[in-house]
């Protein structure tokens, strides 16, 4: 059986823990991944990968170990690398900005970005046609109602659960089928409650 590209790269996961600094003494992997305090993990930066390659002329300064396992970066060397790095992962961060960008293009949300506070917000989009069609053909405590309702709606996103999914593994998300669950799981709860009358 084929492994996915995911998989390949260890997993959604995989590819989070896996960024950062990738040390090679002569062609021999030191250190796998990490920033060793130069830069923050995050979700972002998750497809950063930094190679430095030290030759064996540098060991002294490098402060490699007698089996050559293990290695320390020299005060000077830190202080190039952290300039260095914000390159990296800001081309990272580009890529999923991107996705981001492309997301704004939804009909059915507004994505809003306060730059000055620096909060972001998920809320349905006023601009919806079928939504203002919807509106139009209720009466007004039917509308402060169903707009009262769609806040609710907005502001009880489940994020967090969301976001860990989105991590671990997002290609187990699918949203195509959701009308038709939404629709029969109102009508079940229609004719249940006639039912019972």
Do not use: C
């Not at 090679?24 to 993990?41: D, F, S």
């Amino acid at each position: 059986m084929e492994t996915k590209p995911l998989e390949r790269l260890g997993g959604a996961n995989g590819i989070v823990q896996n960024q950062g600094l990738y040390i090679y003494r002569e062609n021999r992997l030191i250190n796998a991944g990490g920033w060793l305090g130069l830069a923050k993990t995050s979700q972002l930066g998750a497809l950063a990968r930094v190679e430095v390659n030290v030759p064996s002329s540098l060991d002294q300064e490098w402060s490699t170990d007698v089996k050559k396992a293990s290695l320390q970066l020299p005060p000077r060397i830190k202080k190039e690398l952290r300039k260095f790095l914000s390159d990296p992962i800001k081309r990272s961060k580009r890529v999923y900005t991107y996705r981001g960008k492309q997301d704004q293009a939804n009909k059915y949300w507004d994505i809003q970005e306060n730059e000055t506070n620096k909060v972001i917000s998920y809320q349905i989009s006023p601009e919806n046609e079928i939504l203002m069609e919807i509106l139009g053909n209720l009466d007004k405590s039917q509308k402060s109602l169903f707009i009262n309702y769609l806040g609710q709606l907005a502001e009880n996103l489940p994020l967090n659960h969301i976001y860990q999914k989105m991590s671990e593994s997002p290609k187990d998300i699918v949203q195509e089928n959701v009308t038709d669950y939404l629709l029969e799981s109102i009508l079940n709860k229609v004719f249940e409650g006639s039912s019972n009358e």
